[in-house]
């Protein structure tokens, strides 16, 4: 007899161990990268937080079982992710909420895209890795590099630059975000990164303004493009946004900046749902499967209340029907896709909004609904997203000598993309987490309190 899932998640919790250095998960269907399907899973080693052979001199495994129902996903990375709250002029990095809810969906590494507090940032980790707050794996990015960073002097010398990514670089960032740079900062910051083996990606523009053209950061060496893919489609005398919304998806010349970045070996993160969903989109993608608001302090649910549509939202909505339709053209021509989410929360302009964790399904579904092949996109949320931060010796697959990262769900996403929501059980580091205890002890947390 098939057991009811609550009797089955409550054998989950109570038969095993919140955590155990020798581990063998059984049972269950088990997402194959090589494939991009899933197959029977015969046996998942763990062994001090890393997957192993099985092979191991080891007579003290414990064995956790699952049911037919149960499909094994790499845990997924968010390439784009963000920690911070803004309103009235403030910005930070929530360190209470966010780190449960990114978890709790199965997201076991962010990289944070640039930091509002990095030292804040940096502390959290810390507490993370000692195991005294739950939460995904931080990335770092280290400071933003650009005018978006609180402290950034818009005069900045190349040796101030240089200063600064030597600075984090030695502290473990994993990559380094620009926005609001200008050509000379951002070919000094891609130079110096790729001196540590690091990575650059940038929130980019138009060329307005003296602005940087996504065009003209391939051809300095930038690694990876957020937001716009950019080139001569983008006229230089508007913004980006501007620009975008106009933009004929069929172009020939589009071809020309998609085969720039593939020649050049660059990602693009289009962060393709976070313009659905600001510009109110009705697609089913949107719909608030995540209760969200439950996640909200009092006093910040007060605010979103107060907000009615704005110019923006109705710029994404004009946005977003573009973006599907170059991303499809993107991926069609072999382009290199990245998975990230873009869901800073910001109070001023909230409406259509969305909390970072959950809105990685959004992203994913959304990538499906232009005709992605579902496995594909879990790929490219998990080993191509490793892959592209240069940690695919680390992350992005259930293989041999790989953080022990993992998310649980219920039912085959392949079928339904939006399955990938039903998370239940997350690991981490080979440790257990319920995904349901987590979301609880995130509700009503997020946001300024008064």
């Given at each position: ?8 998640l ?131 990015s ?95 005398s ?89 991303l ?10 990245t ?29 499906v609904e ?13 080993q ?48 257990f ?9 995130a ?8």
């Amino acid at each position: 007899m098939k057991k009811p899932l609550f009797l089955s998640l409550f054998l989950i919790f109570t038969t095993f161990p919140a955590f155990s250095q020798y581990q063998i998960i059984t049972g269950g269907w088990v997402y194959d990268t090589e494939t991009k399907a899933f197959k029977k899973n015969s046996a998942i080693y763990v062994v001090n937080g890393l997957f192993g052979t099985g092979s191991e001199n080891i007579t003290n495994w414990q064995v956790k079982k699952l049911s037919d129902e149960d499909y094994i996903l790499p845990g997924l990375i968010d390439l784009h992710a963000h920690y911070r709250v803004s309103y009235e002029g403030k910005a930070y990095d929530d360190t209470v909420a966010m780190p449960k809810i990114f978890l709790a969906n199965g997201v076991t590494s962010t990289f944070p895209a640039g930091e509002i507090e990095p030292e804040k940032m940096w502390d959290l980790q810390q507490k993370i890795d000692a195991g005294q707050i739950p939460g995904p794996r931080i990335l770092h990015s280290g400071p933003y590099f650009g005018t978006a960073a609180p402290d950034w002097n818009p005069d900045i010398s190349e040796s101030q630059i240089r200063q600064r990514v030597d600075e984090w670089a030695r502290r473990g960032a994993y990559g380094f975000k620009a926005k609001g740079v200008n050509a000379e900062q951002l070919k000094v910051l891609i130079d110096q990164a790729h001196k540590h083996g690091l990575t650059v990606t940038g929130h980019l523009n138009s060329g307005y303004r003296n602005s940087v053209n996504p065009q003209e950061a391939i051809e300095m060496g930038i690694d990876r493009v957020e937001h716009f893919l950019g080139g001569r489609l983008l006229a230089d005398s508007v913004d980006a946004y501007q620009s975008l919304k106009s933009l004929d998806p069929s172009d020939p010349r589009l071809d020309e900046i998609i085969q720039l970045y593939i020649d050049n070996g660059v990602y693009f993160d289009a962060t393709l749902a976070t313009y659905g969903a600001i510009g109110m989109v009705d697609s089913p993608i949107f719909f608030d499967f995540a209760i969200e608001n439950e996640y909200f302090t009092p006093y910040t649910r007060d605010i979103i209340r107060s907000k009615t549509a704005s110019a923006f939202n109705e710029l994404c909505a004009l946005i977003y029907p573009v973006k599907q339709q170059t991303l499809k053209r993107f991926y069609d021509a072999g382009g290199l896709i990245t998975v990230g989410t873009d869901r800073p929360l910001l109070l001023d302009n909230y409406l259509g909004g969305g909390i970072g964790g959950f809105f990685i399904h959004r992203e994913m579904a959304a990538m499906v609904e232009i005709g992605i092949p579902a496995g594909e996109v879990i790929y490219l949320a998990t080993q191509q997203n490793a892959e592209a931060l240069g940690i695919a010796d680390k992350a992005g697959s259930i293989s041999p000598g790989k953080w022990a990262d993992i998310m649980v769900i219920r039912g085959n996403p392949i079928e339904d993309i939006n399955r990938t929501r039903s998370v239940h059980t997350v690991i981490k580091g080979g440790k257990f987490y319920s995904s349901h205890d987590l979301k609880n002890a995130a509700k009503g947390k997020l946001g300024p309190l008064e």
